[in-house]
């Protein structure tokens, strides 16, 4: 059984930074390709940034080079160093692998953006 668990969310500034952090035990992590997520209020979950086991990222159009996804498998964690936050970053944030399993969504983790 896989178990997720996001943390590192928080209430931030416009402009501000955060870290969020994954930790995923009960898959072959270092096998896998990656995904962090995000849903905001009355919207779809959408895929953020993704990082394959061979270490490439990529990120949605709206990131606009302000967020960094990397990944630990020593410790089976990947980061998303989140920059510049905007009011329309607000949402809870997920990690999963990429594409996504119906079965290894955690809770979440809180970003809100306001000042």
């Known amino acids: 059984q896989v178990r997720v668990v996001e943390s590192g969310g928080g209430l931030v500034q416009p402009g501000g930074s955060l870290r969020l952090s994954c930790t995923m035990s009960?898959?072959?992590?270092?096998?896998?390709?990656m995904g962090w997520y995000r849903q905001a209020p009355g919207k779809q979950r959408e895929l953020v940034a993704g990082?394959?086991?061979?270490?490439?990222?990529t990120y949605a159009d709206f990131v606009e080079g302000r967020f960094t996804i990397s990944r630990d498998n020593g410790v089976r964690t990947i980061y998303l160093r989140l920059s510049d936050l905007k009011p329309e970053d607000t949402a809870v944030y997920y990690c999963?692998?990429?594409?996504?399993?119906?079965?290894?969504w955690g809770q979440g983790t809180q970003v809100t953006v306001t000042s």
């Open positions: 999963n692998v990429n594409p996504s399993r119906d079965d290894y």
């Open positions: 009960g898959n072959m992590f270092s096998r896998d390709d």
């Open positions: 990082i394959t086991s061979g270490w490439q990222a």
